[in-house]
DNA sequence: ATTTATTTTTAGATTTGTCTAAAATATATT
DNA sequence: AATATATTTTAGACAAATCTAAAAATAAAT
């Protein structure tokens, strides 16, 4: 089946919401897709029509497993972009975002088995998400979050769920990238935040809103 | 300015178009786009109110200097991803028309700078066409039909101009691709044939309607 | 120079994706 | 449990891009 880039659009946030949440819910979808909840319900009955949603009025919904599997290829297309605009291209790896979302929408499934093949069939993308096999097979990493780290201990960034430009000004500004290595000093109990020493760089302390979107493995 | 994907075709279509005639008229262009009469004057109303096209009622139409300057960007697109599709990837250059035909309409400016870098500032195409820059300037080179050179002389394929599934089946067939030299050895007056000979094939007769899409340089 | 044929434009309808405002349903509070 | 609040859906409207059918303008043919 061939779907228009809005529905496509859609069919990802629900991915990313329902990995959290399990159901998901009109206006938390809504907020994502920047648009209004009218708008979205419009949408879940196209959705549902076309067999890649489990939709209940007024309760929730979530992707069946066809809906699924495209949901993982257009992550799949996304991200292998992502790998080539900062790997090929030479773009920041927080610059790409937006280009991606475009690319990730070019309908050619032979456009994208060579990509991968081009870029030596990698497995995950310069934020440190992993891409889907052509099957929608995740690869998996053991990656723990910072926050759960044991004092002391030493790990290197893995990846980083929140991608705002906020959040990556921010990390830039900490000079913190997939790969930095990071030492846990100490924990505040009072705010949560962490003191981490980076290498090369002084100690220094970061919030739990932070610490909580940075994924780090031994 | 910004336009949608569908006015960027239709601008495109009326730069190719006006570079043989001049003046477009309506229903050659609903022919070259594939819609009808109609639809098409409905777009000419947005485009001359967006100052790209000279538009007169029921006389024609051709753009503006601002309107070739877009034509110019999507054509650098187009080519610029071509060459990516075929020089890196490893596409073969009939199968790459209706991939870039997507590709050119992704947005950043910053992305098709990247890539032109990338791809080591080609000047032509797969094809044989020229990659206008960036400020729209289109490399020139000396080519003269095949059905112009003299009889007994040789020269290299340089670009060919139908790149119908049709042209490029046919072009397969007699192993003409670009770069590859042509020997005339033979015009036929009755039907404008000629019979050629191609290094390594044995002589062979093409039709006028191919050799007329077919540029050589010595 | 009329008539005929072709081309182009208009008028009105359709589809997709969006919106606002109001109604329906579910959840929370007293 | 009844009421208040929040969420979700419906109803109806709108813009973009397309279409068909009919009208208007131009070009061709007798």
Redesign the interface.
């Known amino acids: 089946m061939n779907f228009s880039v809005s529905e496509e659009n859609y069919i990802k946030s629900i991915y990313h919401l329902q990995q959290d949440t399990g159901l998901v819910n009109t206006n938390s979808l809504a907020a994502e897709m920047q648009t209004k909840a009218a708008s979205v319900t419009d949408m879940l009955k196209k959705l549902a029509a076309k067999k890649i949603l489990q939709y209940e009025k007024y309760k929730g919904f979530k992707l069946t497993e066809n809906g699924k599997k495209v949901a993982l290829t257009v992550v799949r297309k996304h991200r292998l972009w992502e790998y080539f605009?900062v790997e090929?291209?030479?773009?920041e790896w927080d610059k790409v975002h937006?280009?991606a979302e475009?690319?990730e929408h070019?309908?050619?499934s032979?456009?994208i088995e060579?990509?991968q093949h081009?870029l030596g069939n990698p497995s995950f993308d310069p934020h440190g998400d992993p891409i889907p096999d052509s099957n929608g097979k995740i690869p998996r990493i053991s990656q723990q979050n910072l926050t759960a780290l044991p004092q002391g201990k030493a790990a290197l960034v893995s990846s980083v769920t929140n991608q705002s430009p906020q959040m990556l000004e921010m990390l830039k500004h900490y000079k913190i990238a997939i790969g930095t290595s990071i030492r846990l000093l100490k924990k505040f109990d009072f705010d949560g935040s962490l003191e981490i020493k980076i290498s090369k760089q002084p100690a220094c302390v970061i919030s739990e809103q932070i610490a909580k979107n940075i994924f780090v493995q031994l």
């Open positions: 605009l090929k291209l030479g773009f937006d280009i475009e690319l070019i309908s050619s032979e456009l060579k990509l081009f």
